[in-house]
């Protein structure tokens, strides 16, 4: 159990154009999604956590207008990367909690934006 | 604040060799510690998790880490590497009450024939 899945797991855009990265827990109803990007060779870097039915809460640094979180329901989450520009290039991970406090990860989605 | 330290970014080993890859914390409230393993192009997979129970905690694939709360660590070990072993291996720190995870800079390990 505790599966979660990413879609699409590459996509690749043109700058200037919005692409938006879809988190579903398959097996699970999920609290709590966690978000994370990942640049070449780097460690996990948390963007945000959103809980269904209500706002994300970003960590500091990240552009809440430009990485645009939805949670609307305990088995989905959404993040668009609006007007991407080629430094937006990055491995997206989301995570999924249950509330017992561990995360289960999905497979990462490669966005590269050309 | 919480904070993890994985010493070395890259280690080599033998096939068949030890593997020890280090990880030491910082956590003001008594800590939860986990190991994941990550193979290219793919998300986190749990080897093992330190919830407080024992402080010898197996995993999956053969892997172990011991709580060592003197030390701040909370090192990973196998005894024999195995080429399957080749991977990148997290570890992260979560406070008790808390549900964000920090995570360590990584180590990669190679395993040579």
């Known amino acids: 159990g505790a599966v979660v899945s990413q879609h699409p797991s590459r996509v690749i855009c043109k700058s200037g154009t919005s692409v938006k990265i879809e988190c579903r827990s398959l097996?699970?109803?999920?609290?709590?999604m966690f978000w994370y990007r990942q640049f070449p060779k780097q460690s996990l870097m948390l963007m945000a956590t959103?809980?269904?039915?209500?706002?994300?809460?970003?960590e500091q640094g990240v552009e809440k207008d430009k990485f645009l979180i939805n949670h609307a329901s305990l088995t989905l989450s959404t993040l668009t990367v609006t007007s991407a520009h080629p430094e937006d290039s990055s491995f997206y991970i989301c995570?999924?909690?249950?509330?017992?406090?561990?995360?289960?990860f999905g497979p990462g989605t490669r966005l590269t934006v050309t | 604040a919480q904070s993890v330290t994985q010493l070395g970014s890259h280690v080599s080993v033998s096939e068949g060799a030890l593997v020890l890859l280090r990880c030491n914390y910082s956590s003001s409230v008594p800590p939860y510690l986990f190991w994941y393993v990550q193979y290219p192009n793919q998300g986190l997979q749990l080897l093992l998790k330190y919830t407080s129970a024992a402080t010898l905690v197996k995993g999956i694939n053969g892997f172990e880490a011991e709580f060592k709360k003197s030390e701040t660590s909370f090192h990973l070990t196998k005894p024999s590497a195995h080429m399957s072993d080749a991977a990148e291996y997290f570890c992260a720190v979560r406070g008790a009450a808390g549900n964000k995870l920090t995570f360590g800079g990584g180590t990669r390990v190679l395993v040579k024939p």
């Open positions: 097996d699970f109803q999920a609290t709590t």
């Open positions: 959103s809980n269904e039915g209500s706002k994300a809460t970003y």
């Open positions: 995570s999924a909690s249950r509330g017992e406090g561990e995360q289960y």
